[in-house]
């Protein structure tokens, strides 16, 4: 089965600030992979499939990039409404993993 | 609008079964791959099962195989989870998710949850 790690667990930023989340998955994947946001108390919402492409109504601040193995999410200036989890999934083979999360919150 | 609404949640002790449901709506429900995904308290997403628009193909996270069965009424409209022998691990929101395709399972659309909730 293929293993979905993230990075950092969590991290504290300022408002206008660049914000990379790093994602790795155990075996190659393609560009088969997904990140969604999920706010406090909210449901998930997708952000990005295909590694790189936006899903319609995200604002294009967000960003994904990487294939195979290594993915990035990037947020080039973080805004208050931003504060969330994020969660990479791979959709390439079963199970279908998510990441454990990436914590974002306000410095 | 495209709609999920998840039910069947409720309180069970160990070793009981439950089915939820998710009645969709507004989109063509046949042509969409369908997924669970659960979190448990204070934790992150985990992708519990899916299976195609046909549903001839299913397929199950390790954790629940061969407790756990997905299926779906097209005619209906509905997705469904049987849940059995139940453990507390189990103890989570369980949402229902649409595919982005019949054989895609990156999830464009979700429900606001159901939760289980296992204990003796």
């Known amino acids: 089965d293929i293993q979905m790690t993230q990075s950092p667990s969590s991290l504290s930023a300022s408002v206008g600030d660049r914000v990379t989340i790093t994602c790795r998955a155990s075996q190659g994947i393609d560009y088969y992979l997904a990140w969604y946001q999920q706010k406090p108390g909210k449901v998930p919402n997708l952000l990005i499939y295909?590694?790189?492409i936006l899903q319609s109504g995200v604002p294009s601040r967000f960003s994904g990039s990487g294939s195979g193995t290594d993915f990035t999410l990037t947020i080039s200036s973080l805004q208050p409404e931003d504060v969330a989890t994020y969660f990479c999934q791979n959709y390439h083979s079963a199970p279908f993993t998510f990441g454990p999360g990436t914590k974002v919150d306000l410095k | 609008e495209v709609q999920l609404l998840e039910s069947g949640g409720g309180l069970v002790q160990p070793g009981e079964s439950l089915r939820l449901s998710c009645a969709a709506s507004?989109?063509?429900?046949?042509?969409?791959?369908m997924n669970w995904v659960r979190q448990a308290p204070g934790k992150g997403l985990a992708w519990v099962s899916a299976?195609?628009?046909?549903?001839?193909?299913?397929y199950y996270a390790d954790s629940v195989k061969g407790r756990f069965t997905i299926s779906r009424d097209n005619s209906e409209n509905t997705l469904y989870l049987q849940m059995n022998s139940l453990r507390a691990e189990d103890t989570a929101i369980y949402y229902c998710?649409?595919?982005?395709?019949?054989?895609?399972?990156?999830?464009?659309?979700w429900g606001k949850g159901t939760t289980v909730t296992v204990s003796s």
């Open positions: 998710a649409k595919g982005r395709g019949s054989g895609t399972y990156y999830m464009d659309v």
């Open positions: 299976l195609t628009g046909s549903g001839s193909r299913t």
């Open positions: 295909a590694a790189s």
């Open positions: 507004g989109f063509a429900f046949s042509s969409f791959a």
